[in-house]
């Protein structure tokens, strides 16, 4: 029933969007954004709304945070997170109209479908508020509602970490098991990077893909479940620390650590100690707390400094593993 409801709302913002199209929607006057930039000169305050709370999002307000000091504490951060995965759509539109009626300065909004949230980006702009889209994967750059978007490229990021299985696993037999996260085109994105990158290498086989919710106590439920089915895996991968991480908990209980490794994506603390531990091979720095830094640096330049800002801005990706963790900035961590 909540699966109906959700592609509902969906097929209605599409509806709206056909209108839009037809009725002569879009740049108008030749405008870059419904929004234009302006000065501002008071402290702002400002909003991030995340899809979910979890170490990778939390990381980005952390980075968020450490910028609005460095520039001296003229905006206050206002973050408003949905409860859970299954019910980000819903709980968006609602925390996004209060924030509306609030009359905020400007949103940072990370959200899995920017095709539902299309009329409260639209409302936003009636209501001359900005808005700032962040850890999205693929955009409609010609979308007027908002500002920018920021993040990094997760079909990159996918393939990298693929790349780095195949440059360490394509001349062995490899059956690997995946934890993914909830259907959407973040998941999508991230796991069409990483077959991409392992197509031409046929000695490594997915055999087994199971959806593990994003969390820890998910990947420690599918990874229980794989095993069931698929004694015979010798590499983990999930694209979340997170969701590895909870597999790491199986096979650490099963006495299975050098028999199964374990392949991440996101960098997070716990991730980087495990490899650090030999426990987990490799993960991917996607710049989750830089993604914070240029999420008020666009802010700034837009609403104080009355700057325009590119439409995308992304941050590289790295892949890190024991021969390079040493390299690793640990102030992410901060």
Request: glycine share 10%; with cysteine.
């Amino acid at each position: 029933m909540k699966n109906t409801k959700k592609w509902l709302f969906v097929l209605m913002n599409l509806i709206f969007v056909m209108g839009m199209v037809f009725a002569g929607g879009g740049q108008q006057g030749g405008d870059t954004y419904a929004v234009k930039p302006r000065q501002l000169n008071r402290k702002l305050r400002v909003a991030l709304v995340p899809v979910t709370m979890n170490t990778a999002y939390t990381m980005t307000i952390n980075g968020a945070k450490e910028e609005i000091a460095r520039l001296g504490d003229n905006m206050e951060l206002i973050v408003q997170a949905p409860s859970s995965n299954t019910s980000t759509i819903q709980e968006q539109g609602n925390i996004l109209e209060s924030l509306i009626q609030q009359k905020v300065d400007a949103i940072a909004l990370a959200t899995e479908s920017d095709a539902s949230m299309l009329p409260y980006l639209r409302d936003a702009a009636r209501a001359n508020i900005p808005v700032f889209l962040f850890n999205m994967t693929e955009i409609d750059q010609e979308n007027i509602y908002y500002v920018s978007s920021i993040g990094y490229d997760q079909y990159k990021a996918g393939y990298d970490i693929g790349k780095w299985v195949a440059d360490n696993y394509g001349d062995k037999d490899t059956k690997i098991g995946v934890l993914e996260g909830y259907a959407g085109i973040v998941n999508t994105m991230r796991m069409d990077g990483f077959k991409e990158a392992i197509k031409n290498s046929p000695r490594i086989q997915i055999v087994a893909s199971q959806t593990a919710d994003w969390n820890r106590t998910g990947g420690q439920r599918v990874t229980e479940s794989i095993l069931v089915s698929n004694p015979d895996i010798n590499l983990i991968y999930g694209p979340y620390d997170e969701m590895v991480l909870g597999g790491l908990i199986v096979i650490r209980e099963r006495g299975l650590l050098g028999k199964i490794d374990v392949v991440g994506f996101g960098c997070t603390k716990d991730g980087v100690d495990a490899i650090e531990a030999g426990e987990m091979k490799a993960t991917i720095d996607v710049g989750e707390k830089g993604t914070g830094f240029d999420i008020i640096n666009a802010v700034n330049d837009f609403c104080v400094k009355g700057q325009t800002v590119e439409k995308v801005i992304n941050r590289p990706s790295t892949v890190y593993d024991a021969t390079n963790l040493k390299e690793l900035d640990r102030s992410i961590f901060d």
